[in-house]
């Protein structure tokens, strides 16, 4: 599909799950703190390139690890100052990270595919018009997140097996943002 006729300017607003999209994923582990964080090749250059056509950018990314007592969410916020400074360095940014630190199934659950995270988002930068977002993101959840609002969905191809089409599927954020710019 092209994204051409999505029409995206930029009063848009680019949702972006972090692990497997921005930073290489541990599959059956957890990042706990900023040594462990590595981003994927040219990611901080195309989140650059997309925060500048996009009006809003925000990180949504569950972390049941802290939930598990893995880490602390003093971990955590100290990991995403690394990763929205390391942006920052090449001229991008991120407008604010949201996260989820309950275990799945909480009762508080907010992890995505549930909405909370972008509706929180909403309630603190109201011209956040879902129908006007893209979420970027490589599972089914974030995928499923972005339909259930009215957004266009990005999928990173990764090893997490695929059980809902998305929108537009990519190998990167670097061939999304190829491809956003191109087609602009």
């Not at 599959?27 to 925060?51: C, K, M, P």
């Not at 630190?101 to 595919?113: T, V």
Request: glycine fraction near 8%; aromatic fraction near 8%; hydrophobic fraction near 40%.
């Amino acid at each position: 599909m092209s994204i051409k006729g999505w029409n995206v300017d930029g009063t848009w607003t680019l949702f972006l799950d972090r692990d497997g999209v921005i930073n290489k994923r541990v599959f059956g582990g957890y990042i706990t703190q900023v040594t462990e964080f590595h981003f994927l090749e040219g990611a901080r250059d195309a989140i650059a390139t997309l925060s500048n056509i996009f009006h809003l950018t925000f990180v949504v990314t569950n972390q049941q690890g802290i939930g598990k007592g893995l880490m602390t969410e003093r971990n955590l916020l100290e990991i995403h100052a690394y990763m929205c400074d390391q942006i920052h360095m090449k001229g991008g940014r991120i407008n604010k990270c949201y996260f989820a630190p309950n275990l799945r199934g909480a009762d508080d659950d907010m992890r995505k595919p549930k909405s909370d995270m972008a509706e929180l988002a909403q309630m603190e930068f109201p011209q956040v018009e879902f129908k006007r977002c893209v979420m970027v993101g490589d599972t089914d959840s974030d995928i499923v997140f972005g339909r259930n609002l009215g957004m266009k969905t990005v999928r990173i191809k990764t090893e997490e097996p695929i059980g809902v089409d998305a929108d537009l599927t990519v190998s990167s954020l670097v061939e999304f943002s190829k491809l956003l710019k191109n087609e602009m």
